[in-house]
């Protein structure tokens, strides 16, 4: 039998990188799908290296000519595409505190490169990759939203709450769609987990967070992996429209 395959974005590092990494062990072809194509190559060699079919696909997920033709080399590499795991993601900050802009002084091209990436980004992986799911009548499709797309959360702006926020909403909608066609749609928000995109942001805050964190530490990207291994697998096949928080109890709502 041939391995289910899965794309995930956003797949260089972090918490990408976990989530693709834990579907290769446990037994799907991934395509590991980022901005940086060294990195997207890199992980999926590591893969190989243990005896998993992966691929390495360079995509800027706003750009949907590039998802597509993503799309199209996975499926061609792999085969058809039954699990869609949206979650490259950015939340700029500036300066050496790792400061975001107020929403009185930030660029408008910085509030629409979040948008087009963090929410434009899932919907272009959704359009080209939910017909093949469609076709086959099934399908996993897992969200990466936020804590911070449900309620005030002083570390991120304006641009990246309002983009995990529309990601809860797109997901919910979506699960009433794709579900007729066997296909669950789910998100998962994270809460401090400790990346690349995480230590962007100054110490001093991130130390606030575990504070205020009910289990007095931050999260590990393996954590949020087992989740979208759980979302992904046949143990939640009757789970659709769900936000599961993975944050140790921080913001929760
Ligand atoms: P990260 O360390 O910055 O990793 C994100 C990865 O996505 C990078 O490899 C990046 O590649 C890639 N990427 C960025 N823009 C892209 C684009 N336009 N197209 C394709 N790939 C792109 O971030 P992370 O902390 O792992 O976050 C992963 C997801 O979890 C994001 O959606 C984030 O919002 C969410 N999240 C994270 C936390 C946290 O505390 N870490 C909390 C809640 C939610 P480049 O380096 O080339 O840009």
């Given at each position: 039998?041939?391995a289910r395959v899965?794309?995930?974005?956003?797949a260089?590092r972090g918490?990408?990188?976990?989530?693709a990494?834990?579907?290769?062990?446990?037994?799907?072809?991934?395509?590991?799908v980022?901005h940086?194509?060294?990195?997207?190559n890199?992980?999926?060699e590591?893969?190989?290296a243990r005896?998993v079919?992966?691929?390495?696909l360079?995509?800027d997920?706003?750009?949907?000519?590039?998802v597509?033709?993503?799309?199209?080399?996975?499926?061609?590499?792999?085969?058809p595409?039954e699990?869609?795991?949206n979650?490259?993601?950015i939340s700029p900050?500036?300066?050496?505190?790792?400061?975001?802009?107020e929403?009185w002084?930030?660029p408008?091209?910085?509030w629409?490169r979040?948008?087009?990436?963090?929410?434009t980004?899932?919907f272009n992986c959704?359009r080209a990759?939910?017909p093949?799911m469609k076709a086959q009548?099934?399908?996993r499709i897992?969200?990466?939203?936020?804590v911070a797309g449900?309620?005030?959360?002083?570390?991120?702006g304006?641009?990246?709450?309002?983009?995990?926020?529309?990601?809860i909403?797109?997901t919910?909608?979506?699960?009433g769609?794709?579900g007729?066609?066997?296909?669950t749609?789910?998100?998962?928000?994270?809460?401090r987990?400790?990346?690349?995109?995480?230590?962007?942001?100054?110490?001093?805050?991130?130390?606030?967070?575990?504070?205020?964190?009910p289990?007095?530490?931050?999260g590990q990207?393996e954590?949020v992996?087992a989740?979208c291994?759980f979302l992904t697998?046949?143990a939640?096949?009757?789970?659709?429209?769900q936000v599961v928080d993975?944050?140790g109890?921080?913001?929760m709502?």
């Amino acid at each position: 039998m041939s391995a289910r395959v899965a794309f995930v974005t956003g797949a260089g590092r972090g918490i990408g990188r976990a989530q693709a990494d834990a579907l290769a062990d446990a037994g799907l072809a991934v395509a590991y799908v980022d901005h940086d194509a060294a990195l997207a190559n890199e992980a999926a060699e590591a893969a190989i290296a243990r005896g998993v079919a992966a691929i390495g696909l360079a995509a800027d997920v706003s750009d949907y000519a590039a998802v597509a033709a993503a799309a199209q080399a996975a499926a061609a590499a792999l085969g058809p595409v039954e699990v869609l795991v949206n979650n490259a993601g950015i939340s700029p900050k500036s300066g050496a505190d790792g400061r975001r802009a107020e929403a009185w002084e930030m660029p408008p091209e910085e509030w629409r490169r979040v948008i087009d990436v963090n929410l434009t980004g899932a919907f272009n992986c959704v359009r080209a990759l939910s017909p093949g799911m469609k076709a086959q009548g099934k399908g996993r499709i897992v969200n990466i939203a936020s804590v911070a797309g449900r309620t005030y959360c002083d570390i991120v702006g304006v641009h990246y709450a309002a983009s995990k926020a529309a990601l809860i909403g797109f997901t919910k909608h979506l699960a009433g769609e794709l579900g007729p066609y066997g296909i669950t749609v789910n998100a998962i928000a994270p809460g401090r987990i400790d990346t690349p995109m995480m230590r962007g942001t100054a110490s001093t805050a991130n130390e606030a967070v575990r504070l205020s964190t009910p289990l007095r530490r931050l999260g590990q990207p393996e954590e949020v992996a087992a989740t979208c291994v759980f979302l992904t697998s046949d143990a939640s096949a009757f789970v659709t429209g769900q936000v599961v928080d993975v944050a140790g109890g921080w913001l929760m709502t």
